[in-house]
């Protein structure tokens, strides 16, 4: 149920905030007379404030319990899409979108991924991928309530469209679905079916304390960190740049627009399908192997891309791209829970939403200066090539948190950010 709360709540929420947002542009340009670099600031000023409010909402869910944080970032989103719908010049409209960013940082991604690490531990990477799906699902059920919304009643309606489903729906699974940590002693948290031994049933803070992992400024001298940090980075960096970037580039080797955008759809699609896929295939066989799978698949891909000259080369490469399309969003959060532990696992996880956040800004720029520059997209592909490949090797570089555990005890050194001195073995939490 809490998976399923979770899926909804991605579809709601980023549905309406990337999905369905180019529905609004043409009516803003043609109500207020903005000019596109005006308009576009709206988008990008959102997804900049969703960036700054996940370190703050990973240091919130860490202390107080997960589903508040969620509820006050989605009933501001609500709030966000209202207060749009009446604005009637640009900054009560850039308030709206900055409003909604940081809703949207406090209810979608980072706190899903808290929640769902807390709740399993077997069945995490599948249970993520469900989860996530939400994200690109939403984007094509969302732009269809928005296009509905703005044919019937304009784009105010469409905006007041946007808010409903959060109050009627996302609000109540929040508050009555939605927990943070299971109802267990803290040595089961990763989800685990061990029984409650000392009639604990908290989800706060003094159980957080008590989970086994890296504290938040042993994580930032972690190796793992910084080769997940990048891995998220690039992982963004490379995806948005195409993203807004393969239809031109498609359009460019010959194909039609309507062809092009049915091969981005066909993307999207297959892509929103292979995160549980591929969740599946981390907990089946090992969460590194699988994101060494998706970040090659995804740099043969774009080699396979770069070879696209007629309709048959172009379903060669989409049947090679679309499967593990967007599977690491799904995957590196179950990469950190392994490598770093849950005991601060928001903090860091809101650390990680800024390299994120800085992939996703400086993707598509890079590779539309690229293109300035060179008049081709082949050396913006040719480096998310180079990049994946590295990240595809990353993992294996990322020791898990308990082995790091195991290795310190067998050594006689206190375990690291277990409870200290004296630790014993209750205040361990088995990884995968």
Not at 117 to 123: A, L, V
Not at 140 to 166: C, D, E, K
Not at 212 to 224: D, H, I, K, V
Request: glycine residues 12%.
């Amino acid at each position: 149920m809490i998976v399923i709360s979770l899926f909804l709540i991605m579809v709601v929420i980023n549905g309406s905030g990337y999905g369905a947002q180019g529905v609004f542009f043409t009516p803003l340009l043609k109500q207020f007379g903005w000019s596109r670099a005006k308009v576009s600031l709206l988008q990008s000023t959102m997804g900049l404030t969703m960036g700054i409010a996940m370190p703050i909402a990973g240091w919130l869910i860490d202390r107080v319990e997960a589903r508040l944080v969620m509820l006050a970032g989605a009933l501001l989103s609500g709030a966000a899409f209202v207060a749009a719908s009446q604005a009637h010049s640009f900054a009560p409209m850039l308030a709206a979108y900055i409003a909604f960013g940081f809703g949207m940082g406090a209810s979608t991604t980072l706190p899903a991924a808290f929640v769902v690490s807390n709740w399993f531990d077997d069945q995490r990477g599948l249970a993520l991928g469900v989860a996530m799906a939400g994200a690109s699902f939403g984007g094509t059920v969302m732009t269809l309530v928005a296009g509905y919304a703005l044919a019937w009643g304009g784009w105010r309606v469409g905006y007041l469209a946007m808010a409903v489903p959060i109050f009627l729906l996302v609000a109540p699974l929040i508050l009555l679905v939605v927990k943070g940590r299971p109802p267990q002693h803290p040595h089961s948290a990763g989800g685990s079916t061990d029984q409650v031994t000392s009639g604990a049933q908290t989800h706060g803070p003094e159980q957080a304390a008590e989970l086994a992992g890296f504290e938040l400024n042993e994580a930032l001298r972690s190796r793992s960190f910084w080769l997940i940090s990048f891995s998220f980075f690039v992982f963004a960096f490379s995806a948005t740049g195409a993203v807004v970037h393969l239809i031109p580039f498609l359009i460019g080797r010959g194909f039609a627009p309507t062809r092009a955008a049915v091969a981005m759809s066909v993307l999207l699609a297959v892509g929103a399908a292979g995160k549980p896929v591929f969740g599946w295939f981390a907990d089946r066989f090992s969460i590194r192997l699988g994101l060494f799978v998706v970040f090659a698949g995804l740099a043969a891909g774009y080699v396979m891309m770069l070879r696209v000259v007629d309709l048959r080369t172009l379903m060669i490469a989409l049947a090679v791209l679309s499967p593990v399309w967007g599977a690491a969003l799904a995957l590196l959060p179950v990469l950190l829970a392994d490598a770093c532990g849950l005991r601060r696992y928001g903090s860091i996880s809101g650390i990680l939403g800024i390299f994120s956040t800085l992939g996703t800004a400086g993707g598509p720029v890079v590779a539309g200066a690229v293109f300035d520059a060179t008049h081709s997209y082949t050396p913006a592909f040719e480096l998310y090539i180079v990049l994946l490949a590295l990240c595809a090797l990353m993992p294996f570089a990322c020791p898990s948190y308990s082995r790091i555990q195991a290795a310190a005890k067998a050594g006689g050194a206190t375990p690291v950010a277990a409870g200290g001195a004296g630790a014993g073995p209750d205040t361990q939490v088995r990884l995968g």
